[in-house]
């Protein structure tokens, strides 16, 4: 009960055992145009560019940045946690020029403060993250997509960490590029980063279009006009030419990785959008009212909180570690340290796809409670299972 | 039996079945380290920094010229097929200065030809493909790495093809940094890239070491006075300090690839180096004789082919993708393609690590023979079986 990643559905983890294909073999390039349309799906898209990137979910948010953003492009990255100042630091080696704002960890960005500092900077593209696990917090996105469109501003998403747990509207919401992983709420390996991006990406990857030697013939098919791409396992042209029709060989797909992505997008859809939402944000509130039941203080501002992860500050005198590694070691259950400024502060706890079930929020809420008893902490283990309880029965 | 991703050991697919653990959870970190110390015998090292790349072979290329190249820096790469042209082009990407000298599909370099250009060139480094499925020769490596250590050159090898199929070693050829993938001779499934480097090496990425903001505390640590390597995932900086005991959080480990690799390695240890590269010389030596026996040509110098992957001539007049088609539709077997100069005029078929077996071998002479036939092509496939047979029972 980390923040990722998370135990695997077992049907997920049957699919990895399967007997690998040939990559060329019509049985598996069928199972790629599968997955495509599967993760149009999850996505909530038409894009045709809508693949995979093998390699954990920073592989896709750098296969996006590295191919959409060219040197000297201006980037704005709204910083609210962590994986901010990785988008930032991502997009710097890029040789991009990097414009950060700040929030204070625990809270977001107003879309007003955002606008403002487009208009203010007037960037080539806008990278956010939609759900920043270090934090708990989940930026809302609903208006951002307008405000870029209407100043010409391309909008990347990392939505690694709510996927399949909280909305995410690639097409109603105009996000340009979406990059996630499967070791969230999809409950999948990590190791695997779907990424799906829309016309107006696919032209300024166009432009930097790059065919290897030896590949075709003894004369190259034509490279488009702007600069290459620094990096070759994560150029979006190549993988898009890969996973098109014309199969133009780039790396070898990575086989039972994507029999696992397929199989975690069918059992995601199987259980329908609203219901998957509805599942986890029911977990994330029994959660938090069994902790607020053991008098501990749950982190963030309340409004943004993710549904998928909950912080929660390691009460005055208590040792956060020692407390961790006793859940590790009597309940089996791990739960999560945290990052940065929040490190030795704050617990998270997450609960996510296969795992974000009322078992585990109630079984992790007596571990706690008692294991907190032992360290003397004097809450009631019972009525923190009782409050969730309540929650989920209809409180 | 195409030239690779192949057939996956039953014992790795089941590895990859098994649930995941959290990536700092001491089960796992324990499996990490055990999974370092067998890929050190795997790769015939006593390197510290032996690691695995998240990412298909491609991936472990690019970590490890990415992180060792600085802008500007020479590298010499000698291009004898298709995947030495994409050294030269990762590199190029890296933004060195990059030389290329070339040889004919089907011939490898004489040590002393690369041994003139590293004297005429004086790379900072040079970057060589070990066995190049493309064309299917092996370059000799037993006399490059005295060469590159007497000039001052750092030596790359890219042993994705030949690693537990051929005989590598790392130390004792001085090789600085080898990559690999698993999904030639070590029977796993595409998608991780086994990397070792060493101590030159090691040098050279901590002077661009680099520790992302947020994830240490408000005073991040010091950072070296080298450039930035370019990319975040592929920096081996950060993937040395995440595999060490430090556990400096990078990405998340793909656990199931993990599984995977650590399976991989041990079966290859429990059959051993030399009765496994003994298994691919003699399935290499029975193939050979059955194409010929079915008056078929072998493509390449005989001196210097690849055991595990094996060129021949498309028959004037015989339609190769029909017969690829036909091998596939009526006996499930894939043989491969090829690319560049040689699209359309020869097939290659892989004998690589569990495929590598007389069962395969024989049938597939027995069904490429019968297909032969029936396209037009006069030759007896129970004499190919039989000259097959002939080398497996001590010819």
New interface residues.
């Given amino acids: 009960m980390?923040p990722?990643?998370?135990?695997?559905d077992p049907r997920v983890?049957?699919a990895?055992?399967?007997?690998?294909l040939?990559?060329?073999?019509p049985h598996f390039t069928a199972y790629m145009n599968e997955t495509m349309g599967l993760y149009r799906q999850v996505f909530r898209t038409e894009n045709r560019a809508t693949l995979l990137v093998?390699?954990?979910?920073?592989?896709g948010i750098?296969a996006v940045l590295?191919s959409a953003l060219a040197p000297g492009d201006k980037v704005l990255v709204p910083v609210f946690?962590?994986f901010?100042?990785?988008l930032?630091?991502?997009a710097?080696?890029?040789?991009a020029e990097v414009v950060t704002i700040e929030t204070q960890w625990g809270t977001v960005f107003p879309p007003e403060i955002i606008e403002t500092a487009v208009r203010a900077h007037r960037p080539m593209l806008l990278a956010l993250v939609h759900g920043d696990t270090?934090t708990t917090m989940a930026q809302p996105l609903e208006d951002i997509g307008q405000i870029c469109r209407e100043l010409g501003v391309v909008l990347y998403v990392d939505a690694t960490a709510t996927i399949a747990g909280m909305a995410l509207e690639t097409d109603a919401w105009s996000l340009d590029a979406v990059s996630c992983?499967l070791?969230k709420c999809l409950s999948g390996?990590?190791?695997?980063a779907p990424v799906t991006v829309n016309e107006r990406v696919e032209v300024l990857v166009r432009r930097r279009r790059h065919v290897?030697?030896?590949?075709?013939?003894?004369e190259d098919e034509e490279s488009g006009a702007g600069p290459?791409?620094?990096?070759?396992?994560?150029d979006l042209g190549m993988l898009i030419d890969y996973w098109s029709e014309r199969r133009l060989?780039?790396?070898?797909?990575?086989?039972?990785?994507l029999y696992?992505a397929r199989e975690c997008a069918r059992i995601m859809l199987e259980e329908g959008h609203e219901p998957r939402q509805s599942r986890h944000r029911l977990a994330g509130r029994a959660l938090a009212a069994g902790l607020g039941a053991l008098e501990l203080r749950v982190f963030g501002d309340p409004a943004y909180r993710m549904p998928n992860v909950t912080g929660v500050y390691i009460p005055e005198g208590v040792p956060g570690e020692a407390v961790r590694a006793a859940l590790?070691e009597d309940f089996g259950i791990?739960i999560g340290?945290s990052?940065?400024?929040l490190?030795g502060r704050i617990w998270r706890i997450g609960t996510m796809g296969y795992g974000c079930t009322r078992v585990n929020v109630l079984s992790c809420l007596a571990a706690l409670g008692t294991t907190l008893r032992r360290f003397g902490h004097r809450a009631s283990p019972h009525e923190a299972v009782a409050a969730a309880r309540a929650i989920y029965e209809g409180g």
Wanted: charged share 20%.
């Fill in positions: 980390g990722g990643p998370v135990d695997v983890l049957r990895m055992s399967m007997p690998l040939g990559q060329f073999d093998d390699g954990s979910a920073r592989a750098e590295a946690g962590r901010g100042h990785l930032a630091e991502i710097a080696r890029c040789r270090s992983g070791q390996p990590p190791g695997c290897e030697r030896g590949l075709v013939g003894p290459v791409i620094q990096s070759n396992y994560l060989n780039h790396h070898t797909e990575a086989t039972s990785m696992a590790l791990e340290t990052f940065g400024p490190h």
